[in-house]
Each structure stands twice: as C-alpha cells, then as structure tokens.
C-alpha cells in the first residue's frame, strides 16, 4: 500500500482526479483494439495515438478520451478526468465479457466508488468507499474489500483511497505507474452518447441478419451498402452541407478521403450537436429533428470512415437505424437485395 500512498500523494494528481479500470482476462489476453471495441458495444471507435498535445486538449473534446495500456496480463483505461464513462453499466458488462473488470474513480466533486464486474455483469460497488454502503446484483463479491477499506476507515490520508488502489492491484496484477501520461498511450475516443441509455454501436445488437449478411458480402457489396445509406441521410435530413458534400461526392468517384476532409465532416457533425456538448449525451425529447439530423450525420460520418477502411465496419449503419427510426424497416428492405446474391 505504501507505493500507492506515495503516488497520491506525489505531483502525478492522480490524487485529486482518478478513473483506472482493469480488464483482467479469463482466457488470452484483450488486445488493446478489443477493449476500444467494447468500450462501445462491438464498435469502432476512433484510435489515436497520445502526445503531449492531444492530452493537453483531451479534456475539451466531444465524448470522451480513454487511455489504454497493458500491465502484465490485464488491460488498463485511464480517463484523465476522473470522470468515467468506463464505469457506466452497460460499458461494465461489455468489458466483462469473459473477464472480470474493476473500477476505481474519484474526483473534484468528491465522488469516489470501487465497483466490480465479472461474465458480463456489474455485479457490486462501494460508493464513497464505505463499506457499510456495499450493494449490487452480488454485494459478498466484494466482501473482502469491503474488510479491507473498514480496517483502513480510521487511518489517515490518503489510506482508504491507497488501500482500494491496492486491492485493485492485488486482484488483478496490474499496477499505475506515477509516469503514466508521460508514456505514449493509444487513445479511444467515444463519441458523445445519442442517448443516457448508452445504446451498443455494433450493428449485430439490432440487426443480426443484416450484419451477418454484411460481414459475409463483398467489400464492394458493402461499399454500394455504405453509399445508398448516406444518399437517403443526405436527402432525407438535408445534410447537404459543405465538406459532408465534397466527402460524399469524393466517396462516389472511389477516391481516398483525406484526413482534413473526413476532418471538416467531424466539425459540421459536432456543431449540430453543440446543443449537447459538453453533456455526455444527447437528449432527444428537446429537440426530436435536431436529434435525429445530429445521429444521422454521425451515421454519414462513420459511414465515410468505414468506406475509407475497405468498408470493414459499420457502425455508420446503426446510427443511420436510430436516426431513420420508422422509416429504417423500408431502408433495410432496400438494401436486402444488394447483398443477397452476395452472401449466400
């Protein structure tokens, strides 16, 4: 516990802010793309590479920037803040899918909480570290822990907080160092939530015909696909704007999208949400036609993305199945014909 004790109490801050969860496998280790992937529920969010610059802006960008690393076997999120996005049911069970996920965070608004994942459920927590406050699907998960912090309740600080940082490490093996954001780090940005359910983004939670259909199909069969879905969004929520038009029309030539024009796509998809910036989610009930042109530019923009990346994922098409609403059985019946013949 004294290294922990020290690294609070050290210019590091992670005694003031703190959001660490651990990913310890059941089976192989998580490569680290995985755990991105889940972060979103089988999607792909953007992958960047940290530097001194991206960390220094991190804070003001829409959704949230979670760090990933390894220690040992299990797999690290850092999110700088002490805000945690990790930590939200749903996340909590995607990343504990065949695995067992801890979570430990605290910030300047004094919230502190350890919580405890396991098979794809949230099983237990303990707000503010108290032990008396233990609850969940399987509060004797954490019995020892709870133990644990009652012997520490009484000691000085930063004990509790040293002493749950050490029982993270004890159960899984991994270990914070002090010079984490030195080190260059791969980054997930997740975008901001199109809702507080925290809906997954991978297309086989709400479409598994089509997106086995999909996978299955040509890349050329996804491309047409990918390219008929933007069309209806761009007509359908008058998403002709600027650098949307010159990344479609670029898109439909078969030429590359270079990062300054998939850039200026972000930017008008960002500013028809800058209602909810800086929320974490979007509330559709205050603007249901705001809402949806917001979801269906970002189903434009990962569409865009996709076709960039040999049209290998398609999260575009679960935000165009959102943002379409009643109208998406008709898109789908549309679509059916053109992969057909090519999955069979």
């Known amino acids: 516990m004294s290294y922990y004790t ?50 220094e802006e991190a804070e003001s960008l829409e959704g949230y920037a979670v760090y990933m690393g390894r220690s040992g076997e299990a797999t690290m999120l850092l999110e700088p803040s002490g805000f945690s996005y990790a930590s939200t049911p749903q996340v909590m069970a995607w990343l504990s899918h ?24 949230r099983l237990a927590r303990i707000p503010e570290l108290d032990p008396r406050a233990v609850h969940g699907a399987d509060p004797a998960a954490l019995q020892e822990e709870a133990a644990a912090l009652e012997e520490a309740g009484n000691a000085s600080w930063p004990a509790k907080k040293a002493t749950a940082m050490a029982i ?68 359908r929520f008058d998403l002709g704007l600027t650098a949307i038009t010159r990344a479609v029309r670029t898109a439909h030539d078969g030429q590359p999208l270079d990062d300054a024009l998939l850039e200026g796509v972000r930017e008008e998809w960002a500013n028809l949400g800058a209602r909810w910036a800086g929320r974490g989610y979007a509330v559709r009930e205050e603007d249901e036609n705001a809402w949806r042109r917001w979801v269906a530019a970002n189903a434009i923009r990962h569409s865009l993305r996709s076709l960039n990346e040999a049209a290998g994922f398609l999260d575009g098409l679960t935000y165009a199945r959102f943002a379409l609403s009643e109208e998406w059985p008709e898109i789908r019946a549309r679509i059916r014909p053109t992969i057909r013949d090519a999955s069979n």
């Open 6 to 55: 020290d690294l609070i109490q050290s210019s590091a801050s992670f005694g003031e802010e703190l959001a660490w969860t651990i990913i310890r496998p059941l089976g192989e280790p998580l490569p680290l793309e995985a755990a991105a992937s889940r972060l979103i529920g089988g999607g792909h969010p953007l992958l960047v590479e940290s530097d001194e610059e991206f960390t």
């Open 98 to 121: 065949n695995a067992q996920v801890w979570h430990l965070s605290w910030n300047h608004t004094g919230s502190r909480v350890l919580e405890y994942a396991a098979n794809g459920q």
């Open 168 to 235: 993270i490490e004890r159960r899984t093996g991994a270990r914070l160092p002090i010079d984490w954001f030195d080190q260059p780090h791969l980054v997930a940005v997740v975008d901001p939530l199109m809702n507080d359910g925290c809906p997954p983004i991978g297309l086989w939670h709400h479409e598994p015909d089509l997106h086995a259909r999909l996978r299955l199909a040509s890349q050329e069969h996804r491309q047409t696909v990918l390219l008929q879905v933007i069309d209806v969004l761009v007509e």
